[in-house]
């Protein structure tokens, strides 16, 4: 199993309306079918502690089978849509993956 975790930092002069575009964007994101589970979010309203990071917009976790499953969804259309359509929106983007 492969966690593909991706943190944006979108950019401070979006309007409500592109916010939510974004959003729209990452949901589209949930159809690719080499991908088990994709979980969208923001940050959560749990208790201030200075371990936890809430500086992001936008969280996307991708439930991948193994590499091969992750690259397959990097190289889905979807995917390579959402970059292109989104990418001047973000200022910072961060990846974690682990196994």
Same mark, same amino acid.
């Given at each position: 199993?492969?966690?593909?975790?991706?943190?944006?930092?979108?950019?401070?002069?979006?309007? !409500? %309306?592109?916010?939510?575009?974004?959003?729209?964007?990452?949901?589209? $994101? &949930?159809? =690719?079918?080499?991908?088990? @589970?994709?979980?969208?979010?923001?940050?959560?309203?749990? !208790? %201030?502690?200075?371990?936890?990071?809430?500086?992001?917009?936008?969280? $996307? &976790?991708? =439930?991948?089978?193994?590499? @091969?499953?992750?690259?397959?969804?990097?190289?889905?259309?979807?995917?390579?849509?959402?970059?292109?359509?989104?990418?001047?929106?973000?200022?910072?983007?961060?990846?974690?993956?682990?196994?």
């Amino acid at each position: 199993m492969l966690v593909h975790t991706v943190l944006f930092w979108l950019k401070d002069d979006l309007e !409500a %309306e592109q916010r939510a575009q974004f959003r729209a964007g990452l949901d589209r $994101l &949930t159809t =690719i079918e080499s991908a088990a @589970a994709v979980y969208v979010g923001s940050p959560a309203a749990t !208790a %201030e502690r200075p371990v936890v990071d809430t500086s992001y917009d936008f969280c $996307l &976790t991708v =439930i991948a089978a193994d590499v @091969a499953a992750h690259d397959a969804y990097q190289v889905d259309p979807r995917h390579t849509e959402f970059i292109n359509t989104f990418k001047s929106q973000w200022q910072k983007v961060l990846i974690y993956d682990a196994d």
